[in-house]
């Protein structure tokens, strides 16, 4: 499985360093996934890209519970926690508050492994 994971805001390219040296030493993610950053490329004319997602692809022993409670916890670390988007496919899911609640929702969603599609 692949998964994209997006910070939103001014200060994204610093977060999602910060998120990715997080994700790559959770044992329970790294275990189970392999972590890289993505660049968009950058327009003509420009010296480079910026970074624009964390991507990790999953093996089948992965646990959407232990990696939502990663990114949550990243989170919590962050002096304004950032809202957080997750791409699996076509399927979009955020973390803004970090609720029970919010947790269960996405964990349910990206253990989903059906066609789910559109926005929650």
């Given at each position: 499985m692949l998964l994209q994971v997006r910070v939103d805001g001014d200060e994204s390219e610093p977060e999602l360093r910060g998120l990715y040296?997080?994700?790559?030493?959770e044992p329970a993610v790294r275990s189970t996934a392999s972590?890289?950053?993505?660049?968009?490329?950058g327009r003509p004319g420009e010296m480079g890209g910026w970074l624009d997602a964390v991507q990790l692809v999953t093996d089948n022993g992965w646990s959407a519970a232990s990696f939502v409670?990663?990114?949550v916890?990243?989170?919590?670390?962050?002096p304004r926690a950032p809202r957080v988007v997750i791409r699996r496919g076509d399927l979009e899911v955020s973390l803004a508050d970090g609720s029970?609640?919010?947790?269960?929702?996405?964990?349910?969603?990206?253990?989903?492994r059906g066609e789910a599609g559109g926005e929650a």
């Open positions: 040296g997080w994700l790559a030493q972590v890289s950053l993505v660049e968009r490329p409670l990663s990114v916890t990243w989170r919590q670390t962050r029970d609640d919010e947790i269960r929702r996405v964990t349910a969603l990206l253990e989903d």
